[in-house]
């Protein structure tokens, strides 16, 4: 168990539709990030939040939005899904001083678009 | 722009020999790399580091080795063992403190190791 937990594991659901996607970041850390993992890519950077505020955006589409409360769980909303959608979605968390060890992952969220 | 490319999707080594996963970057402003390991249904997982400051660092079986001027970077595995099979993916960032600096990672690699 890395300490960052993602809800739900898997997720099925139709084109057009709306999904929550959950975070909880590992105990003291006070960044959270999203990467999308489609097949055979790499990890593309989504967005940052730090304490609460974005932080960073990479390539995130207009139809997905994420936010991060203030107990630091952070949720990413994605919507109007379409089949290309379907992918793996990880968070990852940080202390302010992340430095050496980079980021802690969870386990993913794996949406599949139908 | 893939500013860090792994451009090996795949490698097969025999157990006991060396593995050894390359990684290029483009990006001057990268001053620290990293080595995920990825299994199956599980997130990456951290395994080495170097900073750009040295050109190798070791950690048992894992060696990291920098070559700044030729934006390059390598993992080297000896001797390589099955449960070594698994994902590899290099990630590189711009400052080595601070939690706000994200990681930009390559495509991965997927290394088997054959018994």
């Known amino acids: 168990d890395s300490g960052v937990t993602q809800t739900p594991k898997h997720l099925i659901t139709a084109t057009g539709q709306r999904v929550t996607l959950r975070c909880s970041p590992r105990?003291?850390?006070?960044?959270v990030y999203w990467y999308q993992q489609s097949l055979d890519q790499g990890l593309q950077f989504l967005i940052q939040?730090?304490?609460?505020?974005?932080?960073a955006k990479g390539n995130i589409l207009e139809r997905f939005s994420a936010q991060q409360f203030p107990d630091l769980h952070s949720e990413l909303n994605l919507s109007s899904l379409e089949l290309g959608d379907s992918a793996l979605y990880f968070c990852?968390?940080?202390?302010?001083?992340?430095?050496?060890?980079?980021?802690?992952f969870g386990s993913g969220t794996r949406l599949t678009v139908v | 722009d893939q500013q860090v490319k792994q451009n090996s999707p795949s490698l097969s080594v025999q157990e006991g020999r060396i593995s050894i996963l390359n990684c290029d970057y483009t990006n001057s402003m990268f001053d620290y790399f990293l080595w995920y390991k990825k299994y199956p249904a599980e997130g990456p997982t951290f395994l080495i580091s170097?900073?750009?400051?040295?050109d190798k660092n070791e950690d048992g079986r894992f060696t990291v080795f920098l070559n700044k001027s030729a934006k390059h970077l390598s993992l080297h595995i000896v001797p390589s063992q099955p449960g070594d099979s698994a994902v590899y993916f290099c990630a590189a960032k711009a400052g080595a403190g601070g939690g706000a600096q994200k990681l930009v990672f390559g495509q991965g690699t997927r290394l088997t190791i054959n018994p």
């Open positions: 170097i900073s750009s400051i040295k």
């Open positions: 990852a968390s940080s202390s302010l001083e992340g430095g050496n060890y980079g980021y802690t």
């Open positions: 939040y730090y304490n609460g505020e974005e932080r």
């Open positions: 105990s003291g850390d006070l960044s």
